[in-house]
């Protein structure tokens, strides 16, 4: 192949978010959406989704996919594959242009061709090579109050929020989020995908929390053990299900 070739292939790594979803109902999708991200075009600034179905329940024998790919296109996500389906939803969804994919492949980074082996020269030994560690993941800080209306998205970084989230006032991040003050609107962590991802705040009176995109509400308020008090949210393995949990945080 040469740079004057009409095709040419090359490897490269995409940011492809994984999608968890438990049901195919674009009205329920709907809702749900809304509430992750208020049904903002530009929440996800043309990024790339798998849709995994791997643990929905009751899916149906046909499925409106160019409504489910517009859904997410007006958040600014493209669905570009799925997974986790059924034999038949398989095929349908491939013919409307979203094939599957395995779980191998949300993983896999293109690898170059090994070179061909040189002849061996043997030489003296050499002190070992000291291998710097990697860097560590990126922080943002917040440090100024989040007014209701106000939403800040810590993309690629754990967040660390000093100031007030007021009510209608939103927080995200792809990493951890750590508020060192009242919570009272929405905060999002592992907005990516990353179920290891929890929220700490000093003051619990949230209005919404979420983890790698499986929330809570607290229409009725926050139980009266947790309200205005720390508290922790993560994920938690509850037979072959994750469930969300709030739980206290003792500080002392």
């Known amino acids: 192949m040469t740079k004057d070739s009409l095709i040419q292939f090359k490897g490269t790594s995409l940011n492809i978010i994984q999608t968890l979803l438990r049901t195919t109902d674009p009205a329920k999708l709907h809702t749900a959406l809304a509430e992750l991200t208020g049904n903002s075009p530009d ?15 009751d899916l149906p ?15 600014g996500l493209t669905v570009v594959a799925t997974r986790g389906l059924p034999e038949a939803l398989t095929r349908a969804a491939t013919a409307a242009g979203l094939p599957p994919v395995g779980s191998d492949a949300m ?3 293109p690898r170059a061709k090994a070179p061909e082996p040189a002849p ?21 800080t917040l440090d100024k109050p989040l007014r209701s209306g106000q ?5 690629g ?3 660390i929020v000093t100031a007030m989230i007021s009510a209608g006032a939103e927080v995200i991040a792809d990493g951890h989020i750590h508020i060192y003050a009242p919570l009272r609107g929405r905060a999002l962590a ?26 809570r509400t607290f229409e009725a308020g926050v139980a009266a053990e947790l309200v205005r008090q720390p508290a922790t949210v993560s994920l938690v393995e509850e037979g072959s299900e994750l469930r ?9």
């Open 43 to 57: 929440f996800f600034e043309d990024e790339l989704a798998v849709l995994d179905f791997s643990n929905a329940e």
């Open 61 to 75: 024998e046909s499925v409106d996919w160019a409504q489910i790919s517009k859904l997410f296109r007006s958040s």
């Open 244 to 252: 969300l949990n709030v739980a206290p945080l003792a500080l002392r």
């Open 151 to 155: 939403r800040f998205y810590a993309r």
């Open 157 to 159: 970084s754990d967040l």
């Open 120 to 140: 061996t020269i043997v030489e003296p030994p050499q002190p070992a090579a000291v291998v710097a560690p990697e860097p560590a993941p990126r922080t943002v």
């Open 107 to 109: 993983s896999r980074v």
């Open 190 to 215: 592992g907005a990516s995908g990353d179920q290891s991802a929890r929220i700490f705040t000093t003051c619990m009176e949230a209005e919404l929390v979420s983890v790698a995109g499986i929330y």
